[in-house]
C-alpha cells in the first residue's frame, strides 16, 4: 500500500518551498540600497528591520539553506531512470554554493559603477544570490528524491514501509 499525500501535506510542502523565495526576496530587498516614497512602503521596510536576521547576508543565507533543507526532506520521491549523481547532484550544488560564497564577495565590494540607479556590486550579488538559492535548492532536492526513492528497495520491505 503506497502513502498518498493528502491535500494539507501539499500545501504546507508548498508554503514551505515558498517561504525560501520569500526569504531571498526579503534579502535582496534589505540589502540593496532600496529608498521608500511613500509612508507604507518605508513602514514595511523599518518592520522587516528590526529582525536582525534580515540585515546580514550571512543570516539570510542560513535562513535561506535551512529552509531548503527542511523543503528537501519533504520532498517526494520520484523514480528517475537515469540518476546521474554528478549532474543532478553534485555540480548544482557545488555550483549553487559557489555563488552563494560570490554573494558575500560582491556584497563587501564597490566598483564604483552604477546601473539602473544601483550599484554594480549589489546587482551581482542579488543575481549570484538568486541563481545560486536555485542551484542549491535543485541539487538538494535531487539528493532527496534520490534516497526517498531508495528507501523502498529494501529486500526484507514487504509493505514498502518507511
Known amino acids: 500500500m503506497a502513502f498518498e499525500e493528502t491535500r494539507e501535506q501539499q500545501q504546507m510542502y508548498n508554503y514551505f518551498r515558498s517561504c525560501i523565495y520569500i526569504f531571498l526576496i526579503i534579502e535582496i530587498v534589505m540589502n540593496l540600497p532600496v529608498t521608500a516614497d511613500n509612508r507604507i512602503t518605508q513602514f514595511i521596510l523599518d518592520l522587516l ?22 523543503v528537501c526532506i519533504g520532498t517526494k520521491a520520484k523514480k528517475a531512470l537515469k540518476f546521474n549523481v554528478r549532474t543532478m547532484v553534485i555540480y548544482p550544488v557545488l555550483a549553487g554554493l559557489t555563488f552563494v560564497g560570490l554573494c558575500f564577495v560582491f556584497h563587501g565590494m564597490d566598483f564604483g559603477i552604477s546601473w539602473m540607479g544601483f550599484p554594480a556590486n549589489r546587482i551581482l550579488y542579488a543575481v549570484c544570490s538568486v541563481v545560486g538559492t536555485m542551484l542549491v535548492h535543485q541539487g538538494l532536492d535531487g539528493i532527496a528524491k534520490y534516497y526517498n526513492y531508495k528507501v523502498g528497495e529494501d529486500r526484507f520491505n514487504f509493505e514498502n514501509e518507511s
Do not use: A, H, Q
Not at 550571512?58 to 535561506?64: L, N
Open 49 to 70: 528591520g528590526r529582525f536582525k536576521i534580515f540585515n546580514s547576508v550571512s543570516g539570510c543565507k542560513v535562513t535561506e539553506l535551512v529552509c531548503i533543507c527542511v
